[in-house]
């Protein structure tokens, strides 16, 4: 955090409630306690720019409604300088807590958990889904989660899923769904999922772990970082008139400009 605060990194600090199912009156005093607890350490952080309440919360159940209508005032009795949000990932049509927070977030996994290998889709299902939470909610949206797992080293021509060129060709996607939706007016920002690769419970559907990250466990850069670096510098270019670095893109062949035509 420190770092992040000295280097500009904007920070969405959430509280460790993850695929929240049962809301009782016991879990809503623990949430409120780790809120508390949350706030109080980072509400002096400039890094931070907003409070997640929860990440992938079960809100297609009716209780949830009340719940986090509660879990989020109890947020903004704690500082109303910063925005709120859930991250939801549950069908836009029947989420109902969404009303209470400031910015809409939704994780959707396009190319991966639903139409695993089509690449072609991706873009109109992002864009459909990202226009459906801001008709329903009239808010600002975010796409918190995207990507895909990807085993270093492995290579296919066309993409195949679980090669470096599937990873990449899934981010330009995305990334065309994110121009358009900007130009909407209502879409604020995408994140990746994953920065690292990383260990998780054993299971046939896991090569080693999650590796959904842009760079291996041992944070060594797979085509993916590559790609998305040139993405954000693009971006900052475009917005905010940033020279890219000169290691950007590596040297191809020098262009001459003016030359007569034959």
């Known amino acids: ?23 009782t009156d016991t ?15 980072d509400k002096n952080r400039p890094a931070v720019i907003m ?8 809100t297609q159940y009716s209780p949830a409604k009340g719940y986090f209508k509660k879990v989020i005032e109890h947020i903004k009795s704690l500082d109303v300088s910063r925005p709120t949000t859930i991250v939801e990932a ?4 029947v989420v109902e807590s969404s009303y209470y927070v400031d910015i809409i977030s939704f994780n959707r996994y396009n190319g991966w958990y639903q139409d695993a290998g089509n690449l072609d889709i991706i873009a109109n299902e992002v864009m459909k889904e990202a226009k459906a939470w801001h008709e329903k909610f009239k808010k600002p949206v975010i796409m918190q989660e995207y990507g895909g797992d990807t085993l270093e080293g492995l290579h296919f021509a066309p993409a195949y899923i679980w090669s470096e060129e599937y990873q990449v060709s899934l ?3 995305h990334f065309q769904a994110f ?3 900007r130009e909407e007016g209502f879409f604020i920002g995408e994140f990746i999922w994953n920065f690292a690769d990383f260990k998780t419970a054993q299971t046939y559907t896991r090569v080693g772990g999650n590796k959904k ?16 670096r040139r993405r954000y510098w693009g ?14 893109f590596s040297y191809t062949v020098a262009t001459h400009q003016g030359h007569d035509e034959l």
């Open 1 to 23: 955090m420190d770092r992040a605060d000295e280097r500009g990194i904007m920070i969405i600090d959430e509280c460790p409630s993850v695929n929240t199912e049962f809301f």
């Open 27 to 41: 879990l809503l005093v623990k949430h409120k306690v780790s809120l508390s607890e949350l706030i109080k350490r």
């Open 51 to 58: 409070w997640s309440a929860a990440n992938e919360p079960r």
């Open 90 to 93: 549950q069908n836009v049509n």
């Open 171 to 173: 981010m330009s996607s």
């Open 179 to 181: 121009d358009r939706l």
């Open 213 to 228: 990250g842009i760079f291996t466990r041992n944070r060594q850069p797979k085509a993916s970082a590559h790609h998305l």
């Open 235 to 248: 971006l900052a270019q475009q917005y905010a008139n940033v020279s890219p670095p000169e290691d950007l």
